[in-house]
């Protein structure tokens, strides 16, 4: 396939069946939503639901600029012997200051509520359909706070503190 991909045929990223992922590359420059061919099955927004390209590529650049930032200032912390930054994550459940004073946790944490914001934001900007912008909305919520590193032990200081002072019971 690569030889193939070489010559001009197809990309050596083209699954039979499935999209050609090399248009993935460019998809910042020209928004996510153009990568997706519009005959692949199940994965059209339904025809009474829209979302504005302009309005997608606007949370789009906010998410990587916020998430840019966020990465500059963890490697500039970390570069800089015991000088964590402090930052204070607005939500409850990173309220507990083992969320700050682990740079992992921290960074997890703040990487976490940039992508939720990010979705929330998507789900939000839905024009059409008022009942089936209310779902979406309502299963976006749903897997957003099914993903939150305070539910991973692994991914949980607080819990992993817990865990090492009770040893497991």
């Not at 939503?33 to 639901?49: D, F, I, T, Y």
């Amino acid at each position: 396939a690569a030889a193939k991909a070489a010559a001009g045929g197809a990309s050596p990223f083209a699954m039979g069946g499935m999209p050609d992922f090399s248009q993935w590359l460019q998809a910042p420059a020209s928004g996510w939503a153009s990568c997706w061919p519009a005959s692949a099955p199940g994965m059209k927004l339904p025809e009474q639901l829209t979302l504005s390209p302009q309005r997608l590529t606007e949370i789009q650049g906010r998410f990587i600029q916020d998430a840019t930032q966020l990465w500059n200032r963890s490697l500039e912390a970390a570069t800089q012997a015991g000088s964590a930054a402090e930052v204070s994550l607005k939500d409850r459940r990173f309220a507990a200051p083992s969320w700050q004073q682990h740079p992992l946790a921290s960074f997890q944490a703040q990487m976490y509520l940039i992508g939720a914001r990010a979705l929330s934001e998507m789900a939000d900007s839905l024009e059409g359909d008022r009942k089936l912008k209310e779902r979406v909305r309502f299963g976006v919520q749903q897997f957003v706070d099914a993903s939150a590193p305070s539910n991973f032990l692994a991914l949980n200081p607080e819990a992993q503190a817990k865990a090492l002072e009770t040893q497991g019971q």
